[in-house]
């Protein structure tokens, strides 16, 4: 019964942060590679980031520089940090848990537990 839960999203102004945590339940986080996609309307989902289990990190270059992942496994919960936002990354949030077979980073098939996501709107 494993459960994710995505929080932090709103709406904030361009150049703006936030932070979004990824709270897990019924899987312990520490044993897979988080990841974080994002889908916009009339979009596909786009991969954002992985943070892996033992601290390898993925960034997508859109968000590279901008963007941050970390996780408190003490607390189960993963977290993506999202700074100088722009209009373009408006977009509902997921994160997800996954184990690759023999990559550094889960294919997409391979993240197997999913969040219902958080809306992030950057807008004036």
């Known amino acids: 019964q494993v459960h994710l839960v995505e929080s932090g999203g709103g709406l904030v102004q361009p150049g703006g942060s936030l932070r979004l945590s990824c709270v897990a339940s019924?899987?312990?986080?520490?044993?897979?590679?988080i990841g974080w996609f994002r889908q916009a309307p009339g979009k596909a989902r786009e991969d954002v980031s992985c943070?892996?289990?033992?601290?390898?990190?993925y960034i997508a270059d859109s968000v590279k520089g901008r963007f941050a992942v970390s996780r408190d496994n003490s607390k189960n919960t993963a977290y993506l940090h999202l700074n100088s936002l722009k209009p373009e990354d408006t977009a509902v949030y997921y994160c997800?848990?996954?184990?690759?077979?023999?990559?550094?980073?889960?294919?997409?098939?391979?993240?197997?537990?999913w969040g219902q996501g958080t809306q992030v709107t950057v807008s004036s």
């Open positions: 997800t848990a996954g184990q690759s077979v023999r990559a550094i980073f889960p294919l997409r098939e391979e993240y197997h537990y």
């Open positions: 019924g899987v312990t986080l520490d044993d897979y590679a």
């Open positions: 943070l892996t289990s033992d601290g390898s990190t």
